[in-house]
Every structure is written in C-alpha cells, then in structure tokens.
C-alpha cells in the first residue's frame, strides 16, 4: 500500500517510521501542500522549549493566547506535523510524547528514524517499507525523462545499463549481508537517485560510499571549470559550524563557485530558493538537498588524527544533529579505528541508557 493510501490526511495521532531518505519530510511537505485544513509544521529541534511554545512563535494575534491554542489543538481544529524526532534529544522527544498523550483528541503526525524510545501510548505506528528488487529497477527506469541533458547513457543505453547493474549488484550468489546490504541502499530512493545520475554518466556506483562517490564526480568538473581544488576542508569547517548553530542556509558569497557546481543538475547537491524580501530585492539562498549530503562534509571534520578530532568524537557522542555522523564513521573509518569507536559508543550507551547511535553503529559495522 502506498503511503498516501495508507495515510490520505492527519486523523488522529501517528508516528511515521523510515530510513533516512525513504521520503518522511517528503510526505509531511505533500500534507501541508494538499490538506484544506490548518497545518502548523514544527522541526522537532524547534520544540525543546515544548509544542505550544513553538507554535506560539508562529503566530499572531489572539492565536498566540496559550489557552486558546490548547483549545484549538484539543479539539483538532489545528493539525500538527512534527519532523524529525530522531534528531532530538531524549529529553525534547520526552516533551514531545508528554504533548501527544496529554492531546489525545488532536491530530498529530510525527516522524523518525529507527531509534530506542517509547513512543506515545496514543500513537498508531506506521513503517515505511523499502522498495523490492521489481520497485528498484522501475524507479530507475523511471529517471529516464529526468536525466540531465548531458548524459552520456540516454534512454535504451540508460536502461540496459541499470538492468545489467542489478543484475550484478543483486547477485543471488553473494552472501546473504552482502545482499540485504545492498538491497537496504537500493531500496532508498534518495539513494537510488544518485545511483541513477552516475548511471546516466556511465559510472559504476559505489552502494557503500555513494556520496563520496558524487564529491569526487563534482570536485573533478569544478577544477576543471574553476581550475583550482574545491576547498573541501574550508567548506566542511564551515558545515561544521553551520550544523553547530542549527543553521541551514550555506554562505553564498564566500562558496558561490562551490555552491554553482554543487548545484549542477548532474549533481544536484545543493538547491537554491529564490524570493523577493520587502524592498523587491532579489534574494537566494542554497541549502544541501538532504542531509546524507551534509553529513558527508560533517564527517570530514571526524578523520584523521589529531587531539581536536579525538575531543570532537567524544563532545558530539550524545548530540542527536550528528547522530548520521557517527553511522558514516562506521563505514568510513579503517576497521580498528571503528572498532575502537564501537567500543567507545557502547561504554557511552551503558552509562547513559541512550542506545539511538551505538546500536545501530554495531550493525552497519557488521556488514564489513
């Protein structure tokens, strides 16, 4: 069943489930976009003061009255959507479960990755599925019409060319990890995505270091364009800070060659918004397309050998914004630097009772 069938409108309490990349976010967007109905979105990150509060900064007039907004939400005239609780801390998805069942009768959305929690007692649970094999080649196939105007495999080329590419990379004779491994990235549009365009270029795909893969792609056409290495340590610096301040939008002016090649629809890193503000200028702004692509610069800030990068690991353990961080370490890292890691994250957990990156981190370090 599709996920629009499944869920045709906000009806009661819901907490929807997926992988990173399955199209939670996605989903809550064509919601908020569809829906006849007042809608308030509230990144989870912005509830750590609680719900009310956070919808009270989005309001005006009487609808800031906190008793009238807890009417309002009571009685499910206010529809709520609250992405990303796997990007909070426990505490704040505590808030956030208080809320829920305190509001039985309102009709609430949340999404999250996989995590160890105990999610409301009020909250019907739904599991984004990944695709099948069958799903996989027909959403390749799918990008036909969507490939860039310079790619080098265009449609039968293109077709034979991902049809040939599961057949290898899908091989029954493997072993079995090595096969639900490969099946868990394939089954991930956003991931099959970017699969897609290398395939539309005529490059091989790496399953487990794709986003690696699509740097190196765009830092080889923007030397030959700009004639000068992109600046990957100043610009994963900058990331870094950027994700510490909890801010989205990347500085254009001094990053505006990186940003242009990013944004190459070859690519497709970056995307840029674009608007007037109150005077009629012309405003832009680019923000990474999703957040394996950030994460992917986060991680650079977490290789190598020094006592800052050592201190880095240990301060952003139970930080919940470079929780995708620790993952891409798992597969990163050379095996004795992940194990030694492995061993860290669980000391971590069994002192704090937060298993939301150890456990995970153990399994993907499994399938190496």
Known sequence: MSISQAIPSINGQIILEGDSGLGKS??????????????VYLPAQKCDKGIIEAIQIKLHGQAQDAEFLKNLIYSGAIDICIDGLNEVTADTRAKICQFVESYFRGNIIMTTQSLEWT????AKIYYLQTLTPQQIEEFLISRTPLLPQD??????DYEKACKTYLAETLNSQQSSEELAASLRILSNPMDLTLVS??????????????????????????????????????FAA???????NDQQALPSEEFHQELLSMEDEKYKMVVSRQWQDNNAEAKKEWFFRHDKIMEFFLVQNFLGNSDDIEARLIDHMGDPRFRGVYFLLGLLLPVDAAKELR??????????????????????LRTR
């Open 197 to 234: 365009l290398m395939m539309a270029q005529g490059k091989q795909p790496n399953l487990f270091n794709l986003q690696e893969q699509q740097y190196k792609l765009m830092a080889e056409e923007y030397l030959r364009e700009w004639k000068h290495d992109f600046p990957l340590k100043k």
């Open 343 to 364: 061993e860290r994250l669980i000391q971590y957990a069994a002192d704090t009772k937060d298993h939301t990156v150890s456990d995970t981190f153990v399994q993907l």
């Open 238 to 244: 900058t990331v870094y800070q950027l994700r510490l």
């Open 26 to 39: 996605m989903f809550l967007r064509h919601l908020l976009k569809t829906s006849p109905r007042t809608i």
């Open 119 to 122: 999610p409301p007692k009020t």
């Open 151 to 156: 790619a080098k495999l265009k449609g039968f």
